[in-house]
């Protein structure tokens, strides 16, 4: 059973998409209820799938999302894949508003360790636990103007890298899905084409092989592991 979050769109609904035909039960979230309800409708088609609509920075929301992974049997997997940006376009350190830095932080850092937590007792009690937290190369690059979002995703990596070191028996990843063409990417580029950016699907190769593939815990970027598939886009799209 895996819980992932954000998979009203962009990777993590082609994620859930992906594992909902391998047979996987599902609890999903997201904010936006009505997307998220034709989410759940389709993949009812193909698994036993719950959606919560919600925000993970919630305690309430956070709670009931295990309770619900727990109704269904047990926790395998938790995909920490929802983040907030912050604004755009994206202000520079120097000009960023401190409060809105804290929603980004609680959004990026505080709800998928929390969530963790929470998800622990069920994943201690799985065969083969993983938790699978979505970074970005924002958080291991200095890209002007990124330092909020890139700052939050670098301090999610340092809080992956040590529960893998806490937390042996479980399988902890931190993976870069690389460049998409998702509104995130069309939001933090405001008013340029981002079409050419593969889609999210091109990335879920490579993090179905973290899901169910035999890699110790550590960091990952999605397409080394399954490059072939942005071959395949690159192929038809030409490019980036």
């Known amino acids: 059973m895996a819980l992932i979050t954000g998979a009203s769109r962009g990777l993590g609904l082609a994620l859930a998409r992906a594992l909902a035909d391998r047979g996987w039960a599902l609890v999903v979230d997201a904010r936006g209820g009505e ?3 034709g989410v759940r409708a389709e993949l009812a088609h193909a698994t036993d799938v719950r959606a919560i609509a919600g ?3 919630d305690e309430a929301h956070r709670i009931r999302l295990i309770e619900e992974a727990a109704s269904l049997g047990g926790l395998d997997l938790v995909v920490n894949n929802a983040s907030l940006l912050g604004p755009s376009p994206q202000p520079t350190l120097a000009e960023y508003p401190l409060d809105v ?3 980004v932080y609680r959004a990026n850092v ?3 360790l929390r969530l963790i937590q929470l998800a622990l007792p069920l994943l201690r009690e799985s065969d083969d636990p993983r938790i699978l937290n979505v970074t970005s190369d924002a958080a291991v690059e200095g890209y ?8 939050s995703k670098a301090a999610l990596e340092q809080l992956t ?4 070191a806490e937390e042996p028996s479980l399988r902890v990843y931190r993976v870069d899905p690389g460049d998409m063409n998702t509104r995130m990417q069309q939001e933090a580029f405001p008013g340029e084409d981002v079409s050419d950016r593969p889609p999210p699907e091109a990335s879920v190769p490579g993090l179905l092989r ?3 593939g035999d890699f110790p815990s550590g960091r990952y970027r999605a397409r080394d592991l399954a490059p072939a598939a942005v071959a395949a886009h690159v192929a038809t799209e030409g490019e980036p």
């Open 210 to 212: 973290l899901v169910e």
């Open 101 to 103: 830095l804290g929603d």
């Open 144 to 151: 002007e103007g990124w330092g909020g979002y890139g700052s």
């Open 161 to 164: 890298n040590v529960l893998a």
């Open 110 to 112: 505080l709800a998928p």
């Open 55 to 57: 925000d993970v920075a």
């Open 35 to 37: 997307a998220l309800e």
